[in-house]
């Protein structure tokens, strides 16, 4: 189930990010590996998103759907896919 967008982008600052907006993926998107320079949090509200830690000893896929967060630490290298729908999240820099 779809989360409003407004109501999740003020949830995400209530979390202490400064810089939030609503991002969407279109189907099975896909992000080779990659690392932001500061923690970044991803709240889903629409769709699914698979992450990994290619530079974990054991990487493995994890998927989150709706009402989920992701946190990322700075500098942690991760790469992403999107689902068959796509996905729409919130985005806390």
Do not use: Q
């Not at 109501?7 to 690392?35: L, N």
């Not at 320079?37 to 699914?48: E, N």
């Not at 759907?65 to 806390?92: K, L």
């Amino acid at each position: 189930m779809a989360i409003a967008s407004k109501e999740a982008e003020s949830k995400v600052r209530s979390w202490g990010f400064s810089h939030v907006f609503t991002w969407t993926d279109g189907p099975s998107s896909y992000y080779p590996p990659h690392s932001h320079s500061g923690v970044t949090t991803h709240l889903i509200t629409r769709g699914t998103l698979t992450i990994s830690y290619p530079d974990d000893e054991n990487p493995k896929k994890e998927t989150f759907g709706p009402g989920a967060r992701v946190d990322v630490a700075a500098s942690r290298r991760h790469e992403v896919w999107m689902g068959s729908e796509g996905c729409t999240y919130v985005i806390g820099e």
